[in-house]
């Protein structure tokens, strides 16, 4: 323990910071263990129930810290992406948030698909050994904690439908675009 008696509490602690982007600002939050929250379009409300719903699920209630090291790692690495520098993300994953098959389909969409790739939904149920779990992998992608880091915005319809997305078509489009999967909307 430290003089103050705080380590406890710093082992747990939760940061987050407000990231502006192409696609709206997104709330980015981080543990002591790695990026864990990644939010879109954050407005005061959905702030709010982000933070309220990290209090809950984590214990500790977040604290904004954009200066904290990991999280301004993580700001440094979205911004990349977003300006085009940046194909991969470089940073530990606190995947506390989701367990089960859903992490076991995250963890094979961050490692297994990369920059400027999709992947269809039964396919990436294949891939982790359920060839008849397109819809599960659905449910996967709709309760990832850490969309545009691990990305489920390059999941797709296996008939060339661009599928849902948690943060809105348009919100999807806009990113396999900055890929270079799909072109840009021209207006």
């Given amino acids: 323990m430290n003089s103050t008696g705080t380590q406890g509490q710093d082992e747990r602690r939760v940061v987050w910071a ?5 696609i ?15 939010v879109f379009h954050v ?3 959905v702030r709010a129930r982000a933070l309220e719903g990290l209090t809950a699920r984590l214990g500790t209630a977040p ?7 990991l999280l301004a790692e993580a700001i440094r690495q979205v911004d990349e992406y977003f300006a085009g520098r940046r194909r991969s993300f470089e940073l530990p994953l606190d995947w506390s948030l989701i367990s089960g098959f859903n992490r076991q389909v995250l963890r094979e969409l961050a490692s297994g698909v990369p ?8 396919d990436l149920a294949r891939r982790v050994g359920r060839p008849d779990g397109a819809q599960a992998v659905g449910n996967a992608m709709g309760s990832n904690p850490l969309p545009v880091v691990v990305p489920c915005h390059r999941v797709v319809e296996s008939d060339g439908g661009i599928g849902g997305f948690g943060g809105g ?4 489009r806009k990113l396999l ?4 999967v799909l072109p840009e909307p021209l207006f």
């Fill in 169 to 172: 078509l348009e919100t999807k």
């Fill in 24 to 38: 709206g600002p997104l709330l980015l939050a981080t543990t002591p263990d790695g990026l864990v929250n990644v």
């Fill in 63 to 69: 604290v904004e810290d954009p200066g904290s090291p």
């Fill in 115 to 122: 920059y400027g790739t999709v992947v269809g939904y039964g």
């Fill in 18 to 22: 407000v990231v502006d982007t192409t």
């Fill in 177 to 180: 675009a900055l890929e270079g």
């Fill in 43 to 45: 407005t005061d409300a």
